[in-house]
């Protein structure tokens, strides 16, 4: 009976790698659509900087996922002494260049490099990782721009889990500019009541606990407790931590986790995948505005 009972109620592990699966076949499809009225493919610029074994992985995913759905991928890999100017100069073509519609530079950049003014540089119509300042700041008067892909991968997430955020109460642990900022507006333009979580937050537990939505965005293998999250809640996963093992885990304790809320992501095929689904999709998005304007 107990068995029974602990099966009902436990969380619906969200598919990352489906949901992923299904943005690709729409990426894919606006992408042909958009290469049979335009006369050829979408194209996203891959910059890669050093040799960095992660963004080599990374990187390759992405030029592959590129391939698989239609978008022409450019790759650009520098040797890790490439110097400002060299770099701000390649981003200067990339920006002029008509077959790119989208222009991502892998992070980490090598030391000595400024991340901030090479993201400043990208033309922010292909700025498909949604960080320049200007696409953020479209976010934040609330018009249209390319917004982070992380974030809106959750977004995604959360259309699937037919968890409708208006009304509810979220909480983002997490305020970077890659994910925790842009999630807390995408959460508040779909009219949750949003709270951000730091290192400063002085009873991360209590937070946790009022909100029927959780992102956690930190970095810090198992640091949301199950004992933490609300009944019922939707928790969606951003943290990446790699274990001694080698093997990755989430900012949740995640088994714990799905024994109270109603639906959870798992590290990894959880948010992972959605990253570069977006990414793709934010390719063809640029293309498209582009060749409107
Ligand atoms: P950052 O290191 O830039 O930000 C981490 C945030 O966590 C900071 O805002 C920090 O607060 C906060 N934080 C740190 N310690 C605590 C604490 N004890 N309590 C509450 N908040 C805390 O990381 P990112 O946002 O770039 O990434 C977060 C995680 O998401 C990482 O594991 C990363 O690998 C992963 N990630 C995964 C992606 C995916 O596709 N799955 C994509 C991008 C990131 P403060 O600002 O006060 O320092």
């Known amino acids: 009976m107990s068995t029974v009972s602990a099966v009902e109620s436990a969380a619906t592990v969200l598919d990352g790698k489906a949901v992923a699966a299904k943005v690709r076949a729409e990426v894919a499809a606006r992408a042909r659509a958009y290469h049979e009225r335009f006369g050829r493919r979408p194209g996203l610029a891959v910059v890669q900087v ?33 110097g400002e100017a060299e770099l701000l100069a390649l981003v200067a073509t990339l920006n002029r260049d008509p077959r790119v519609d989208g222009i991502l530079m892998q992070m980490p950049l090598p030391k000595g490099l400024d991340a901030s003014r090479i993201i400043d540089a990208i033309d922010p119509a292909k700025d498909v990782d949604g960080l320049h300042p200007t696409n953020a700041g479209l976010l934040l008067v609330g018009r249209p721009g390319l917004r982070a892909c992380t974030p809106s991968g959750c977004m995604r997430l959360l259309a699937e889990a037919r968890c409708d955020p208006a009304g509810k109460s979220a909480v983002v642990v ?22 951000i979580a730091h290192s400063r937050t002085t009873d991360l537990a209590a937070t946790v606990r009022g909100a029927d939505i959780v992102v956690a965005a930190v970095g810090r293998a198992h640091m949301i407790k199950g004992a933490w999250i609300k009944p019922g809640a939707v928790v969606l996963d951003v943290g990446t931590n790699k274990g001694a093992d080698g093997k990755l885990t989430g900012d949740v304790e995640f088994e714990a986790a799905r024994r109270v809320a109603s639906a959870i992501t798992p590290v990894p095929g959880g948010v992972g995948p959605m990253t570069i689904a977006l990414l793709l999709s934010n390719t063809v998005d640029a293309a498209l505005a582009r060749a409107v304007h």
């Not at 050093?50 to 978008?71: L, Q």
């Not at 500019?177 to 709270?195: D, F, H, R, S, Y």
């Open 50 to 82: 050093g040799e960095d074994p992660a963004s080599t992985v990374y990187v390759r995913n992405k030029r592959r996922s590129c391939e698989d759905v239609g978008i022409a991928s450019f790759a650009h890999d520098l040797p890790a002494a490439t």
């Open 174 to 195: 997490g305020r970077s500019i890659l994910v925790g900022k842009p999630m807390a507006l995408l959460l508040l333009e779909a009219n949750a009541t949003v709270t």
